[in-house]
């Protein structure tokens, strides 16, 4: 993915992506999987090293957070809705956030993507054409990393952390009996889903159900060719060999 | 969940009829709206009326964004996608399934004209809305661009809005100029839409009473076939007559 920075698709007309010089890195994965955990150490390590860093959270734009909070307390949402309030999500951050990050030469790190946003649209929909056509104005990342976890080994992982919710169990598709049947059955074909992305788009795939610190060190290695590709800004090189240690044992969602 | 078949593209396979009307703010076609849906309601046709950028989805936020200017062309349109989708999916869908006439006031045109006219670029908009249904008749109020201006000037609504005269795009310092500029851009954008869609021209500068009995013999003529399914109810819902008392935008 290396050379010029482009577009999804149809992109926006008044942007110059050539300006755009810092480094955007996406981290992929279902919900309960860790990757809120991972992407604060990913960030504490590129700070020692020299990097400016800014994250970015799915759902978390000023102009739509709440809207989407009180979008998915009611059950008013259809596909199309959903899809879109994820995508005037993405936007905002993208237009507010990230571009002008990159610009200051940033390394962005993006807590899910766009592949969250195909995911979720595709489960319902079975169609993939749309979902991708909406996010044409999204910049390819330079790199994306796939937390990859097994349905079995998240459902246990979700129940002893922050339990199953609604919307992560898929209810509104009304795919089980309960919320555990749910669960399995949505996060399964979301799963699968991601794995056939993994061969179109062509993410790193990373081991989620490894240890914290085993799952972090692979992380580093997979971005740490992307930032040499730019200007080195390094103050102090520090070794890589000294993971920083998680404070919390077991990620959370 | 809706069949994934129903695109823009081709006529939609649902018993309803859904008639729409675009035009810029001030060619009249929300009047002629209401004078058509008057006129059926009177041929016994019940009808359900539906208008741009009012579902309470996105509403709150819509206001928000334009209140504290924090709206992109990109995020803009694509608060307008949502919100159409959803009275797709809860106001228009339903009814045209059931076999009922749906009126809507602008459609995904609006969107097509607003958002190229913004920057945006115009296949992604046309890409995004790909899920609407085709309407089966849809009227363009074609109106000049000095004719519009004095008729909002002139009437009770002569404050233009932040967004309606464009001023994020920074055009004219002068809001009643930046609404020239804006809207002329948009007429433009019309008139390429109205060939690429077939919509029906509508000569917006004649007398009401002309543009409505032609506007009425038209739909007449594509209501021939069409056979109406009617509840047990025949009267109007209150909500409806609730609506037209207000003062709306157009």
């Known amino acids: 993915m290396a050379g010029g920075r482009r577009y999804f698709g149809d992109g926006l007309t008044n942007l110059k992506l050539s300006d755009l010089k810092g480094k955007l890195i996406a981290i992929e994965g279902t919900d309960g999987v860790g990757r809120s955990t991972h992407i604060e150490m990913l960030q504490e390590w590129l700070e020692v090293q020299g990097y400016g860093v800014i994250t970015t959270g799915w759902t978390r734009s000023n102009l739509m957070s709440k809207t989407i909070e009180v979008a998915k307390q009611g059950n008013i949402l259809d596909r199309w809705s959903l899809s879109l309030l994820y995508a005037t999500d993405f936007a905002d951050r993208l237009e507010h956030q990230i571009v002008p990050a990159l610009r200051s030469g940033f390394v962005v790190l993006a807590d899910r993507y766009i592949y969250t946003a195909f995911a979720r649209d595709v489960v319902r929909s079975g169609e993939r054409n749309w979902i991708r056509n909406v996010f044409g104005f999204a910049?390819?990342?330079?790199?994306v990393c796939y937390l990859r976890i097994d349905v079995d080994t998240l459902a246990l992982r979700v129940i002893e952390t922050n339990g199953?919710?609604?919307?992560?169990?898929?209810?509104?598709?009304r795919l089980g009996a309960d919320l555990y049947d749910s669960f399995k059955k949505y996060q399964g074909s979301l799963i699968e889903e991601f794995d056939k992305m993994t061969e179109e788009f062509g993410f790193e795939v990373v081991d989620a159900r490894k240890p914290p610190d085993e799952i972090q060190e692979m992380l580093r290695a997979k971005i740490e060719p992307n930032l040499k590709s730019t200007r080195k800004q390094r103050r102090s090189p520090e070794p890589r060999t000294e993971p920083i240690k998680p404070t919390v044992e077991e990620p959370a969602g | 969940m809706t069949s994934s078949v129903v695109t823009l593209g081709q006529p939609h396979p649902y018993p309803g009829k859904l008639i729409i009307v675009?035009?810029?703010?001030?060619?009249?076609?929300?009047?002629?709206?209401?004078?058509?849906?008057k006129w059926l309601e009177s041929k016994g046709f019940k009808c359900f009326f539906t208008e741009w950028n009012s579902s309470e989805l996105v509403r709150e936020t819509t206001r928000r964004g334009k209140k504290t200017k924090a709206l992109t062309p990109t995020t803009f349109s694509l608060l307008h996608a949502t919100d159409f989708a959803s009275r797709l999916y809860h106001n228009i869908l339903p009814p045209l399934k059931a076999g009922m006439l749906v009126l809507a006031d602008r459609y995904v045109y609006t969107a097509f004209a607003r958002d190229a006219a913004r920057g945006v670029s115009p296949s992604w908009v046309r890409k995004v809305y790909n899920f609407a249904v085709r309407p089966d008749m849809a009227f363009y109020f074609k109106v000049p661009i000095e004719v519009a201006t004095d008729r909002l000037l002139g009437g009770t609504r002569a404050q233009l809005k932040y967004y309606e005269a464009g001023m994020d795009m920074n055009l004219s310092q002068d809001v009643t100029e930046s609404f020239r500029i804006f809207q002329s851009r948009i007429l433009d954008e019309y008139d390429k839409i109205v060939s690429e869609y077939g919509l029906i021209t509508m000569d917006a500068t004649q007398e009401i009473e002309d543009q409505q009995n032609e506007m009425r013999r038209?739909?007449?003529?594509?209501?021939?076939?069409?056979r109406p399914t009617r509840g047990t109810y025949?009267?109007?819902t209150a909500l409806f007559w609730r609506r037209f008392d207000e003062p709306k935008a157009e």
Not at chain 2, 23 to 32: E, L, N, P, V, W
Not at chain 2, 218 to 226: C, F, G, I, K, T
């Open chain 1, 139 to 143: 910049l390819v990342p330079d790199l």
């Open chain 1, 164 to 173: 199953m919710n609604y919307w992560e169990s898929g209810m509104d598709l």
């Open chain 2, 22 to 37: 675009e035009g810029i703010d001030g060619s009249g076609k929300s009047t002629q709206l209401l004078l058509l849906q």
């Open chain 2, 218 to 226: 038209l739909v007449s003529q594509a209501l021939e076939q069409y």
């Open chain 2, 234 to 236: 025949g009267r109007r």
